[in-house]
């Protein structure tokens, strides 16, 4: 289990520990658990990725399933503020698209105190009545892509 195992360092440092955890798991054959914030670390280490929001699992996939196509509105918002060397994509209808950075307003909620039912409803551009009153249950929307939402994107 490794907590944020490179945020505190500088880039160089990063690449180095990134890279010893890539021998040792060579090596050893070790599996590893790593939490952390940055999403490039993530994609550049991890071959299953769980998203988290205010403590609950809101969406599980592969790598790379889940960064060509997340479906939960807070892995979006999320994925939009990662800079990108490639400024317009496919959409998966085949149209080409100006990535746009999706701004979330109002302030993340105390985890001690967190909003009912779908805990994203209070920032979530897509949210209704029933995300207020219904906890969204964690969907298989594909194969090994579980979604924790009411409305998810991409579907
Ligand atoms: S359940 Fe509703 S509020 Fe929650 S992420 Fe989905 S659309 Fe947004």
């Given amino acids: ?9 500088d880039v160089s440092i990063q690449a180095q520990v990134i890279n010893l955890l890539g021998d040792l798991q060579a090596e050893l054959g070790l599996t590893y658990v790593i939490i952390a914030h940055d999403l490039s670390v993530i994609r550049h280490v991890c071959d299953r990725v769980a998203v988290m929001y205010l403590g609950n699992l809101v969406e599980l996939a592969s790598r790379d399933d889940l960064y060509a196509r997340p479906r939960h509105p807070y892995t979006v918002a999320l994925l939009s503020a990662v800079p990108s060397p490639e ?29 009912p039912a779908c805990r994203f409803h209070t920032r979530c551009w ?16 594909a194969p090994g892509h579980q979604v924790a939402c009411h409305f998810p994107e991409n579907s």
């Fill in 1 to 9: 289990m490794a907590d944020e195992p490179v945020s505190a360092l």
């Fill in 87 to 115: 400024p317009v994509h496919r959409a998966p209808d085949g149209r080409r698209q100006r990535r746009e950075r999706i701004r979330l307003t109002g302030d993340v909620p105390s985890p001690l105190n967190p909003p």
């Fill in 126 to 141: 897509k949210a209704q009545e029933v995300c207020k009153t219904e906890q969204p249950p964690l969907v298989e929307l």
